[in-house]
Structure formats: structure tokens, C-alpha cells
């Protein structure tokens, strides 16, 4: 059943594994793997938005943050089956972001939401981002007819997304928000004090040197070795598209509750 309320950490982490948000998750041993390797390769599809350069070329380094950052396997041998996220890493990286967000509030700062998995997290960001403006903070309203190669770039319901075909559309690019920061430049607008995001959007802003936060699963490695190098300033590991948006619900709950935003 549902968690009604907001959950205490012990509830949370069961409500997690049971809805696969953590624990034994959906994604595949191999697909995990094989995303370090590219990333490790060199393919800038798995850098989201940040630069790398040669730090990272080893697989089996990459393999150790995630498995240290998000509790996956850390044997090099494990290769096909059942991955993991460690539920109490979880619950660890959004006590840290409710720090962050806690201190947002209080400045009433100005915060830039985007996602790049709108199936999943946008609600996390709306609710996060209606707490913040009734506490007081300038939720940052992106320049109109920004574009990439992939498509428009827009805000729906407070935050940035990339609308292809009348759709929301799943991307990893920083170029999104490359085109935000470049249009708040432009117009002379003064640029976010933290973005709350996830895949390029958070590594972008972050390598740009904002205050960056976000959302990453157990096969985007590049947000947990941005956070390992200080980059990034918080990487919370979990499923980011499970089968119902819904059950992210608890977790946004407990995150505002611990930010003292409760709704």
C-alpha cells in the first residue's frame, strides 16, 4: 500500500526496495557495465554535460565510485544479472540535498529546475520547486524560444525540459542547458544560485560552476564521479524511471519534510 504522510527513514528505505526505487532495480548488470566502459572510452553521451578528460579512462575506477557512491556490485567478475542500489545511499544523498535545498530556502535563492527523465522525475521537481517559491525563493523562468539539435527547449509546471514533436522528450545533453545559461546570459539575466536537475542538466550546470544537485541511476556513472571530485555537489542514487511516477511520492515527502518544506 501507498505511504500516506510523510515516512520515517526506516519506512522509506522498505518503500524503496519494494517499489525498486533502490535495492534490486530494473537495470541490468551488463547495461550498467557497459555504460563505464563507454563513459571510460571516451563517448561524451555518458559525460552528461561535464568534461572528464582522461581522469576517468579505467573502467574498473569507475566501477569502484559507483560501487562505493550507489552500492552497486564492486566485483569486476560480476558481469550479467542483477545490479543494485544500496537504499541507505539513498536515503543518505537525499538527507544531503534536503541540506542543500534547506539552505536555498533560507537565502531565498534563486533555483533553476530541469529534468531529462520527465517520466519519471518531473513531479519530484515540481513539488520541490512549489515548496521553495512558498518559502520564499525565485524559481528561475527560462527565456523563451530556446532550441538544440534535439529539439525546444521549455518549462512545464516550473521545470526545464526538451519538448521534440509535441512530446516530452528522455535526453542526457547538457546542451539543453547550455541553451538556458546561454539565455539568461544573453538577456542579462543573472544566472541561478542552484539548479535541482538530473542527467546533462545537473552535469552541465555543474561543470559550468553553479551549485548543482540532482537525480542519477546505477548506469549514468558521470554525476557520482562529478560528486566524488567536488564538482557536483549532491548525486542521489535510484531507479529514475520505475513503473509509476507515483511511488517517487514518499521520497519527495521525506525530502521536504527533512528540508523543512513539508507541504
Given amino acids: 500500500m501507498p505511504i500516506s504522510g510523510t515516512p520515517s527513514r526506516a519506512q522509506l528505505l522498505d518503500h524503496l526496495v519494494r517499489t525498486r526505487i533502490a535495492g534490486d532495480v530494473a537495470t541490468p548488470r551488463e547495461n550498467n557495465l557497459s555504460h563505464y566502459r563507454k563513459l571510460a572510452n571516451g563517448d561524451r553521451n555518458f559525460w552528461l554535460g561535464l568534461e572528464l578528460g582522461e581522469r576517468w579512462a579505467d573502467e574498473q ?8 557512491r550507489v552500492g552497486v556490485n564492486d566485483d569486476p567478475e560480476y558481469r550479467y544479472g542483477q545490479d543494485t542500489i544500496d537504499p541507505e545511499l539513498t536515503v543518505d544523498g537525499l538527507d544531503r540535498l534536503a541540506a542543500r535545498v534547506r539552505k536555498a530556502a533560507e537565502g531565498r535563492e534563486r533555483v533553476l529546475f530541469a529534468t531529462g527523465h520527465p517520466g519519471g522525475l518531473l513531479d519530484v521537481h515540481r513539488a520541490t520547486a512549489a515548496a521553495l517559491r512558498t518559502a520564499g525563493c525565485e524559481i528561475v523562468v527560462i527565456p523563451d ?26 535526453t542526457h ?12 546570459e544573453q538577456a542579462g539575466r543573472p544566472l541561478p544560485d542552484l539548479v535541482v536537475a538530473d542527467h546533462g542538466w545537473a552535469g552541465y550546470a555543474a561543470q559550468h560552476g553553479l551549485d548543482s544537485v540532482g537525480y542519477a541511476d546505477c548506469n549514468d556513472p558521470a554525476l557520482f ?32 519534510a527533512a528540508a523543512g518544506l513539508e507541504r
Fill in 173 to 184: 545533453s547538457g546542451e539543453p542547458m547550455r541553451a538556458v545559461l546561454g539565455g539568461l
Fill in 61 to 68: 575506477d569507475v566501477l569502484a565510485v559507483m560501487a562505493e
Fill in 225 to 256: 564521479l562529478a560528486e566524488s571530485e567536488g564538482v557536483l555537489q549532491v548525486a542521489v542514487p535510484l531507479d529514475d524511471h520505475v513503473v509509476s511516477p507515483r511511488h517517487y511520492d514518499p521520497m519527495t515527502a521525506y525530502l521536504l
Fill in 145 to 170: 524560444g530556446l532550441r538544440t539539435d534535439e529539439g525546444y527547449v521549455m518549462q512545464f509546471a516550473d521545470v526545464a525540459v526538451l519538448e521534440h514533436g509535441a512530446t516530452l522528450w528522455h
